[in-house]
Every structure is written in structure tokens, then in C-alpha cells.
């Protein structure tokens, strides 16, 4: 059963990615993109508020999901912003970083301490990022310099960031309550800090986004749907697992995203690409199983 879970995980969270992307590439902005995906989540999750009892989730569950669903949606701005600017098949295997970064703050704050192989492991998907390195660099020292100075993949960067350190008040939210009340008010907290959002930084982008939108509403019915489906998994795969693992297991799909990027969106270096993916995954399983 855990297995469909992650996979059905990896799907959703892909395919999100799919269409986030290819609302950026019709001229939508970023910030009203995640703004829309919150409502459609929104709605979605208010008919589920009456599927569980409000008055046994405690003060730690409250405290946790609101710092969880901030981070969160921060991170997810990021996310659509890196995916205005970036390859889908630079952007997926960078998530594999999200597992260094996490395993370093349930360290810290969980007493989560894998063994010798997991550091391994971590050290593979660090050195599996080289292969991503543009290809017209004329001295593989400046590989690295390329990469951070690409505006996409800083964007991802703090989007991992942000989604790291949400892992850690997510997990203590998903165990106080349960999975699906999780989930639910993750949506409902992210859509009003996602208006707040929008509000501050692109009030005057509001009404031409909102005209163009009309023309995309069963994509963004579809991102929606895909997010919520992707959130209320990573709760169940997050309840039964330690978070560095947990994370190990999503990056499997990052060759997925450099496939799709392919296919999808005509992107370039697909073999270059892939291998970098291979040694990643490689990596992510050496977590996985140590």
C-alpha cells in the first residue's frame, strides 16, 4: 500500500509541475498562479472540514499546520517563479537537494540521525548535480558559478529552502492530527497568505491575469486537484516515515520531470540530464535503504 502511495505521489507532483509551468509559458504571473491554485484547493477542502472533529485537533497541531502552510506557500511561489525560468529537467533533479537540506534540520530538531550510508548517499546526489552544469561552460570550474548565477534555480533553491524547513512543523502537525485534516487546513491557511501575497507585491497585475485566466479555468481546476492529491499523500507517506527518507523517496521522481521536460516542452541535454537524474537517484536510494 506504501508503495502506490509514493508512486501515486510522484505522479501528482509531477504532473503539477506540468501545468504550473505551462501557465507561465501563457504569460500568467507566478504569484496569481499559486493565488489561483489556493482557491480551487480551497474549495475543495471546505466540504472535508465535516469528515473530522475540530475540537480534537490540539494547540501543537494549530500552532505547527499555520508556520507549515506559510513556509509552504512562500516556497510554492518560488517554485512557480523557478518554473517560469527554468527547464522542467534542471528543475526536478535540483529537488533532490531538498534531502540534504532536510536531513540536516531533522537532525537538528528531531534527533532524526542516519548512519554512515546516508551520508553517502547525500554526498552522491551533491556530486550527481555536476552533470547539470551548463554545457557551453568552457572550464568545469565555472560549472557551479553557471548554475547558482541562473535566476530559475536561485528561485529553487529558496523554494527548497522554504519547503525544508516546512517539512519539520508539517510532520509535527501531520502527527498531532491526522493526514487528511493536515491537508486540509494547509489549503485553507495557504489561500488567504497567498491573497495577502498577491496583494502586496502585484495588486496592479490583478484584473489582466484575471481576463487571461478565464481561458485556463480547467487547468487550473487540474492543478488544483493534483496539488490536494500530492498533499494528502506526502501527509500518509510523512506519518509512517523519518522525513530525511521520506524525501529520499520522492526525488525517484526527478526522472520523471527530466522525461516530461523532454517530451513536453522540447528541452535540451535530455542524456546529460538523465545521467545526472541516474546518479541523484542513486544517491536517494543509498538514504533510502541506510
Known sequence: MEIIVVIGRLLFSSFANVFQKKLTLHGLHPFFIVMASYLVLSVICVPLLWTFSLAGLSQTFWLNIFFAALLDMAGTLFLVMSLSKTDLSIFGPLNAYKVVISMLLAMLFLGEVPNTQGFIGIAIIVLGSYFLFPTNAQFSTNRLLNLLSDRGVQYR??????????????????VAGDAISTTVF????????AVIAHTLFLKDNFTKDFEQSKNYIYPFLYLGILIFLMQYMTMLVFSKLLIAYSLALFQLGMV??????????????????????????AGSLLVLKA
Open 157 to 174: 533553491f529558496l523554494s527548497i529552502l522554504l519547503f525544508s524547513i516546512g517539512t519539520l512543523p508539517l510532520k509535527n502537525a501531520v
Open 186 to 193: 494547509w489549503c485553507l491557511i495557504g489561500f488567504p497568505l
Open 256 to 281: 520523471l520531470q527530466v522525461f516530461l521536460g523532454y517530451r513536453i516542452f522540447n528541452e535540451k541535454h535530455f542524456i546529460r540530464r538523465l545521467a545526472a537524474c541516474l546518479v541523484m537517484v
